[in-house]
């Protein structure tokens, strides 16, 4: 068993000092956590995987497609593999669950 908290993830990602910190990464599944402060730019380009966010903390709108949709705490929102997506309009800091399926390669051009 893997077992993580949200604090001790935090700190993992700001040692990095990258907005994106893969912290599972298994040929069926890879999860990382996002965070974008208020105010910022969210710079992610279309996957070739399905992912799945959930939101843990923050505000914002996200864009998926011709689709804008609220995000706040508790929100899930799922976007399909290929589908241009980003966060926007964050009002507050944004803190975000992200689980690729399969796992997610690319972490080189992530930001």
């Known amino acids: 068993m893997q077992a993580f908290e949200i604090a001790e993830l935090l700190a993992s990602q700001a040692a990095t000092g990258r907005a ?3 912290f599972i990464s298994i040929p069926a599944l890879s999860v990382g ?3 974008l402060p208020t105010g ?3 710079p992610q380009q279309p996957h070739t995987e399905d992912e799945v966010y959930y939101v843990v903390s923050g505000r914002a709108v996200l864009r ?3 689709e804008d949709q609220p995000v706040t705490t508790g929100s899930v929102v799922l976007v399909a593999a290929g589908v241009p ?4 309009s964050i009002t507050v800091d944004l803190t975000v669950l992200v689980f690729f399926a399969p ?3 690319s972490r080189a ?3």
């Open 40 to 42: 910022s730019s969210d």
């Open 64 to 66: 998926v497609g011709d």
């Open 109 to 111: 051009a992530r930001t």
């Open 85 to 88: 997506h980003r966060f926007h």
């Open 33 to 35: 956590l996002y965070t």
């Open 20 to 22: 994106y910190y893969e």
């Open 103 to 105: 796992a997610e390669y």
